[in-house]
């Protein structure tokens, strides 16, 4: 089993910066494959940005890329994802989660991660 708890969303103006943490516990993340998804409220929850466990290659969805960016590191047991340039539709709560996946196909399938945190909310005003 593994334990994610994300931190670091809050307000935050259009162009400003947030950095989102996602702790795990129970087992070391480098086990994982993880990523990052949102959810806007009365929209289905969407794919942001993974990075594959094997060698640290990263997938982007296509209106974050050059803005986002996800890291990881192995000591902290902790993945990243530092938010540049935030824009109004950018909110929604941002969950992170950890899979064992084995093909670049899947790796923006929410179904392909087992193990989901509980979420922390991005708020982005104009």
């Known amino acids: 089993q593994v334990q994610l708890v994300e931190s670091g969303g809050g307000l935050v103006q259009a162009g400003g910066s947030l950095r989102l943490s996602c702790a795990a516990s129970?087992?070391?993340?480098?086990?994982?494959?993880m990523g990052w998804f949102r959810q806007s409220p009365g929209k289905e929850r969407e794919f942001v940005a993974a990075?594959?466990?094997?060698?640290?290659?990263?997938y982007y969805t296509d209106s974050v890329k050059g803005r986002f960016t996800i890291s990881r590191e192995t000591a902290k047991n902790t993945v990243y994802l530092q938010m540049n340039n935030l824009k109004p539709e950018d909110t929604a709560v941002y969950y992170c989660?950890?899979?064992?996946?084995?093909?670049?196909?899947?790796?923006?399938?929410?179904?392909?991660?087992?193990?989901w945190g509980q979420g922390t909310q991005v708020t982005v005003s104009s």
């Open positions: 990075i594959r466990r094997s060698d640290s290659t990263t």
């Open positions: 129970g087992r070391t993340l480098s086990r994982y494959s």
């Open positions: 989660a950890a899979g064992i996946i084995v093909s670049a196909t899947y790796y923006s399938k929410g179904r392909s991660y087992e193990f």
